[in-house]
């Protein structure tokens, strides 16, 4: 799961399509407070979030990482990138 801001959404998504993730569900403008303070989409709090799942086989997260962390760092953008494991159960 990575959290992104919403101005920086598509860059990131372009950036993870050309390192090879052709595959994940978006949920667009989400509200919610962190460390950058409270994005809730009013006049008062303006900005929102964006939310990206891919599911990843094992040997591809390391280099999920990297691709995060290399935007991260080359566009000075915060992003949040968070991973468990799941199961298909159907």
Same mark, same amino acid.
């Given at each position: 799961?990575? !959290?992104? &801001? &919403?101005?920086?959404?598509?860059?990131?998504? /372009?950036?993870?399509?050309? $390192? +090879?993730?052709? /595959?994940? #569900?978006? *949920?667009?403008?989400? =509200? %919610?407070? %962190? *460390? #950058? %303070?409270?994005?809730?989409?009013?006049? /008062? =709090?303006?900005? #929102?979030?964006? !939310? *990206? =799942?891919? !599911?990843?086989? &094992?040997?591809?997260?390391? /280099? =999920?990482?990297? #691709?995060? $962390?290399?935007?991260?760092?080359?566009? +000075?953008?915060?992003?949040?990138?968070? $991973?468990?494991?799941?199961?298909?159960? $159907?």
């Amino acid at each position: 799961m990575v !959290i992104v &801001d &919403d101005d920086h959404k598509e860059e990131l998504e /372009a950036c993870l399509v050309d $390192a +090879g993730l052709h /595959a994940y #569900t978006e *949920i667009p403008e989400t =509200f %919610g407070m %962190g *460390i #950058t %303070g409270p994005h809730l989409g009013s006049r /008062a =709090f303006p900005g #929102t979030s964006a !939310i *990206i =799942f891919s !599911i990843l086989e &094992d040997d591809g997260l390391e /280099a =999920f990482r990297e #691709t995060v $962390a290399q935007f991260k760092e080359s566009r +000075g953008v915060r992003v949040k990138v968070v $991973a468990w494991e799941v199961e298909e159960v $159907a």
